[in-house]
Structures are given as structure tokens and as C-alpha cells.
């Protein structure tokens, strides 16, 4: 029984169709769509490590952050998740020269559907990573700004009419509107001042992306490591960032960043 043992990661991808899952432990990438069909195990050891940091934490915070680097670190800042409030272009931030590198820089505004249709924000260097964490099967890009602020100007007036979230439990059943995303993204144009029309790209390519699972689920119980220090099962899919097992166990893989884990698989 193959085993290899680290601090849980997000997993890497490459590729739309399917997509082709990585994870990282013991400075091996491993193939995860490989394991999809064998029993597999996870064992939480105890130990969390900040992603950040790299210390001991007791507790996670965010996604895989101490509590000193949650409060402080400038990739935790208030304009990760409220881009409208960014002032990296104005020389600022909990750490200007991040912000500069990070927020700084061509941001979209898209529109995907991944359980209903909702809007977001992503960096360039994000696509179309961005769409497959959130499980998105099909993606437009709407617009194209030079630094995140503007980006989050023009997500605030769409959220008006369009969700910024993710149905997390519709995205991995799978319910899909089918819904005509160059319609839509005229109509989310339409909704938007003049001055933020402007950056409205003209470009409709409408982005698929298939994800290796081998059933629909229909029930969902959402499974994590501190509850269950041992998950085991059939690994029958991977969509987003979540392992989807044959008793309709899920397990969100990103959420446990930083946990130190052993990975077991039944050849």
C-alpha cells in the first residue's frame, strides 16, 4: 500500500478536460485522478503547520493560517474578499510591496456557473484555475481592469442581481441552468454605470471544463479531519477542490491546508 505523508496543499491542476488533479506531499506531486476508483485513506496526525509561517498551530485559521498571520498578513487582508476596499495602487496595504505584486496588476471580472450563475473576481495569472476551484462547468470573462479595486467596483454593482457565492452542495451534485453565458454577460454589461462599461471586453469565448468524476451524487455528507481524524472509502471523483467518495462522503481538500497528513491507496 503505497503512503506518503505532509502538510495538505491545494491541489494543482493542469489541463480542462478533465481537469488533472495534483497533490503535494513529501515533495511529490501526486496524480490524484490516478487514485479515483481505489479505496483510499487520509490520516490526520495532529499536527497543523501555518501555510504561511510554516509554525505549529493548535487551530486553522482562514485556510491553513496561524492566528498571527490570519490577523496580519497581507494575504488575509480585507481586499482579498472585499476587492472594492484594495488600495494597493495607492502605495498602501498591510504590506504595500505584496499588495503592489499581487493587486497591482491585470484583474477579471467573470461570470461562471458552477451550481447557478455568479460573479467574480480573479487575477490573470488565475485563469482558469480560479473557475475549476470553485467547480465552475463553464466560464465567460466580462471584463479586464489593471489593478483589483476596479475589479471589485464592478463586482459590487453585479451583485446587486448575481450571486458571488458558490452553492457548494449544487456544484457537486452537479445541477446545472445551462444557462447562456454570452446572453449573460451582455445583460450584466447592461447593468453596469457607463464608466465601468468601458472596461467590458468584447471577446465571448465561453470556457468548458470537465472534471473526472464517476458518479452523480445525491446525497451529501460533508466529511473533515477534525471530526474524523481517518477518512477512508472509494475515491469515486474530484470537482473543485473536493474528494468525493462512493457513500457520498465529501471532503473539502483546501480547507484543511496546512494539516499534516498520511496518504494511503489500495493498489
Known sequence: MPAFEGNIEKMSTVGTAPVQ????????????????GKNIQLIFTGR????????????????????????E???NSDCILRPEVCEGHLGKGRDPQWEYDHHVQTHYIYLAESGGVKVGVTRST??????????????????KVPYRKLAGQI???????????????????????????????????????????????EEDEVVKIEYPIGLALEKINSTNLDKSPTVTG??????????????GDVMNLRSHSGYY???????
Open 126 to 143: 488565475q485563469i482558469p484555475t480560479r473557475w475549476i476551484d470553485q467547480g465552475a462547468w463553464q466560464a465567460i470573462i466580462l471584463a
Open 48 to 71: 497543523i503547520n501555518c501555510i504561511s509561517c510554516g509554525k505549529l498551530t493548535k487551530k486553522a485559521f482562514g485556510q491553513g493560517f496561524c492566528f498571527k498571520c490570519f490577523s
Open 261 to 267: 497528513v498520511t496518504l494511503k491507496w489500495e493498489n
Open 234 to 247: 472509494v475515491l469515486k471523483g474530484i470537482k473543485g477542490q473536493y474528494l468525493l467518495f462512493e457513500n
Open 21 to 36: 488533479y495534483f497533490l503535494d506531499l513529501q515533495e511529490e506531486k501526486i496524480p490524484m485522478n490516478e487514485l479515483i
Open 155 to 201: 463586482e459590487v454593482e453585479l451583485k446587486k442581481y448575481l450571486s458571488d457565492k458558490t452553492n457548494w452542495q449544487q456544484m457537486l451534485k452537479d445541477v446545472r441552468m445551462d444557462a447562456d453565458l454570452i446572453a449573460e454577460k451582455q445583460k450584466a454589461k447592461d447593468l453596469l454605470p457607463e464608466e465601468l462599461k468601458a472596461y467590458v471586453l
Open 73 to 75: 498578513s497581507a494575504e
